[in-house]
């Protein structure tokens, strides 16, 4: 049964960068679309990037822009966030989620594999 872990949350300063890690056990992800979502105290749960088994990616531009990047490494069984020019804003739990092929989504009822997320906190 696969399961994700992610990592890689920390408290940061605006403007600095961080990097979230998503491990993949149980299973391979080679064959799958990975998200990753976050939530903020008190609101929904948001997409933020996505990419499918074979890297083609999309970043919602309304919580990313250009500033967080996806990307994964099948043989590792990795799949990653790179954020950059963070702002209060950002801070959030940070979840990665896994379904079963499929193109690129950020809707969370397409996924049914979930982390159990990571804490980033942005702070001025």
């Known amino acids: 049964q696969l399961q994700l872990v992610e990592s890689g949350g920390a408290l940061v300063q605006v403007g600095g960068s961080l990097t979230l890690s998503c491990v993949a056990s149980g299973e391979s992800l080679g064959d799958r679309t990975v998200a990753w979502f976050r939530q903020a105290p008190g609101k929904e749960r948001e997409g933020i990037a996505s990419i499918t088994a074979s890297g083609a990616s999309a970043t919602d531009v309304d919580s990313a822009e250009d500033r967080f990047i996806i990307s994964r490494n099948n043989a590792e069984n990795m799949v990653y966030l790179q954020m950059s020019s963070l702002r209060s804003v950002d801070t959030a739990v940070y979840y990665c989620?896994?379904?079963?092929?499929?193109?690129?989504?950020?809707?969370?009822?397409?996924?049914?594999?979930w982390g159990q997320g990571t804490q980033v906190a942005v702070t001025s």
């Open positions: 989620a896994a379904r079963s092929g499929g193109s690129f989504s950020m809707a969370k009822e397409k996924y049914g594999v």
